[in-house]
């Protein structure tokens, strides 16, 4: 294909339009430079050249006509990331997807594209480094368009085993900063990484029947050919680091372990203990002269074994694996670990501590993780579960108001690594973990359960109004049950708190308090009776509609008797009493056995008789089975409320019963 005036153009890919031009493609021009014979690769871009049906190479305006810039000049240069030339010498030949044989572009095209990526490293270094956050994020995110451009540019190209090791430094650049800009691993990472490594694959025609084995195929595959081809194991072993970043950060370990034991060359059963395998791996050092990277495979290789040891510490320490545990968290903080990162890691080692019985060693590391940063919550939380375990009350009292205190500061954060750090690695933390300190509201309901606990009314009582007016705005859609499975649901906050209320001798404010919370259920005051129903078949879980409002009512009555109403007291009694014989299922009647026997003396000295029998039945036939089925933990409020109550002589209460009741029937 002949080039008028100016030489040959082979186009190897493109689109060919209506008007016979080829646009968007790839191709290899030939040209007439003084004496010699110049060829260069040029991408068809948008703004590219076009190859049209009359055998001209033209670029658009302003750069005019059939002219083609020198051979390694700026213009040439200006033209990377829309469609450049790159001079190569005039025996350059294709790859094997070209009819001229398998060679790669000229050294010069190597040293531009090195060139560029070089560039964009340094450029995410200077905005690693810039302390104005606007100015960061540009720089970084124009660091990552550059690398993606780039990429676009080198992945149109013919893939070569020469080309490959930068093309992969440029893959793994791309994808750390990407990964760190969205602080996480996403679908499209992974496809990045099947991306290089089908390139690899291209360049040895092994593609085709390895795309259905999906990465863990692909990884197999390169890694056996890699071995042939020594000059992209650095390469190699940075891209799997990521792989295995990635694997780590969404749980796949069984890919992970697999992985490792391929790097590693050892695929037997003993070889399956993960930290083991990634204290094995040992990537190979890169060259003196190798392209500029963003975070080496040996620098991701530390951050691997810090966030795996953690994690396995923390699931250990969970299932109650308590020496494993402290072993792996060990490892963890002996790694290489952020500030945010220790502190949770001394925390659980203090947690882990704690529960092997060694509290004061427990205590020495949570003071490390107080005076390790900012984040002071599960510090502070651990150290009031410390604090109880020893019965050290008000030191207890003192870390959870610190907590709440804690959690109300917004902290500052510090701007992330421009690199994949340990904290993308880490899960995210359940409810059940002993790192979790939750919201403000829940550390102030947790202060305030504590202090009605061991008898602090007067500080519960205004801990928990605190608390309802922190919650109270926008939440009646929480007032259906069933309660929420990290703490009590909100209905159950209204009955301690007034039980706290009554417990500090304010009668009056807990009336007010029991107001509110039947003016917040009245809307299902009038499916009450399915409700009941419901409960006493058992038909649905959780009725917990009357039992609070039953509850309420029993609280009411005991303000009614701190303020001598006795006509007030003994309404709202016999309303609780009326739900409670309507809505407890019968064969769920076994509950808390202080609470029965005081049930069965209010409705012995209010002359309801008939209740009364029913209820001696079924506490006689209680004490015939064993003690650990008989009974079930009471709610706080209830708990409370029975701590008021001088219970009757049990004994005597039932000879008493038994001497005047009438034969047994179903009640």
């Known amino acids: 294909m002949g080039l008028s005036k100016c030489g040959s153009v082979l186009v190897l890919r493109g689109e060919q339009r209506k008007d016979g031009r080829i646009t968007k493609g790839l191709g290899l021009v030939s040209v007439p430079f003084g004496r010699n ?323 004061q060693r427990a205590l020495l590391y949570l003071v490390a993780a107080l005076k390790g940063g900012s984040t002071w919550g599960p510090p502070l939380l651990e150290a009031s579960r410390l604090y109880q375990q020893l019965g050290n009350t008000a030191a207890e009292l003192e870390s959870l108001e610190l907590l709440v205190e804690a959690l109300n500061v917004t902290h500052s954060s510090e701007a992330p690594q421009l690199l994949i750090e340990v904290e993308l690695l880490l899960p995210r933390l359940h409810p059940a973990s002993p790192l979790h300190c939750g919201t403000q509201s829940q550390a102030k309901y947790l202060l305030a359960s504590r202090c009605l606990q061991v008898g602090r009314a007067e500080d519960a009582a205004e801990h928990y109004l605190d608390l309802l007016a922190l919650v109270l705005d926008g939440l009646e859609s929480k007032f259906s049950p069933p309660p929420s499975p990290t703490g009590p649901c909100i209905p159950e906050v209204f009955l301690e708190a007034a039980a706290a209320l009554i417990q500090a001798s304010r009668a009056q404010d807990a009336l007010t308090v029991c107001e509110e919370l039947l003016s917040r259920t009245s809307s299902l005051l009038p499916k009450m009776p399915q409700l009941w129903e419901d409960a006493r078949k058992g038909t649905k879980e959780s009725p917990h509609c009357p039992s609070w409002v039953s509850a309420t009512y029993l609280l009411q009555g005991q303000a009614w008797v701190q303020l001598g109403a006795q006509k007030e007291a003994i309404s709202e009694f016999s309303r609780c009493l009326e739900l409670l014989f309507r809505a407890t299922p019968k064969d769920k009647e076994r509950g808390n056995q202080d609470a029965s026997f005081h049930l069965l003396q209010t409705l012995r000295r209010m002359d309801r008789r008939d209740e009364a029998t029913a209820l001696w039945w079924r506490l006689e036939a209680q004490t015939k089975l064993p003690q650990e089925n008989a009974a079930w933990s009471l709610p706080l409020y209830l708990e409370t409320y029975l701590g008021w109550i001088r219970f009757p002589d049990r004994e005597t209460l039932l000879e008493e019963f038994q001497t005047s009741l009438p034969e047994p029937c179903d009640l």
């Open 37 to 359: 014979l110049c060829q260069g690769w040029f991408f068809c871009g948008d703004s590219g050249p076009d190859y049209d049906s009359q055998h001209a190479l033209r670029w658009p305006a302003p750069c005019g006509g059939a002219k083609l810039d020198r051979p390694g000049s700026v213009a040439a240069r200006e033209r990377l990331g829309h469609g450049f030339w790159c001079p190569g010498p005039a025996s350059a030949t294709m790859s094997h997807q070209t009819p001229l044989g398998s060679s790669v572009p000229h050294a010069s095209c190597l040293d531009l594209w090195r060139e560029k990526n070089d560039q964009l490293v340094r450029q995410a270094k200077v905005a690693q480094d810039s302390r104005l956050s606007l100015r960061r994020q540009q720089l970084a995110q124009d660091a990552l368009e550059g690398f993606r451009g780039l990429l676009h540019s080198l992945r149109g190209l013919p893939a070569a085993v020469p080309v490959l090791p930068l093309e992969l430094t440029i893959t793994c650049n791309f994808i750390t900063l990407r990964a760190s800009l969205a602080q996480g691993f996403t679908e499209d990472q992974a496809q990045d990484i099947q991306q290089g490594l089908e390139r690899v694959l291209e360049t040895q025609e092994q593609l085709g029947p390895r795309l259905e084995c999906g990465l863990r195929g692909l990884w197999d595959s390169v890694l056996h050919y890699s071995s042939l081809l020594l000059e992209l194991l650095p390469a190699l072993h940075h891209l799997a680091g990521l792989q295995a970043a990635l694997w780590l950060s969404t749980d796949c370990l069984g890919d992970l372990t697999f992985l490792l034991q391929t790097l590693n060359g050892n695929q037997n059963e003993a070889s399956r203990n993960l930290l083991r395998l990634l204290k094995t791996w040992s990537p190979p050092a890169e060259e003196t002269n190798a392209p500029l990277t963003l975070q080496d495979a040996r620098g991701l290789r530390n951050v691997l074994l810090t966030a795996s040891a953690f994690r396995q510490g923390l699931q250990e320490l969970i299932t109650g694996s308590l020496p494993r545990a402290l072993s792996s968290l060990r490892e963890a903080a002996s790694g290489l670990c952020p500030r945010p990162v220790l502190v949770q890691v001394y925390t659980a080692l203090g947690t882990c501590l704690r529960k092997m019985g060694n509290p």
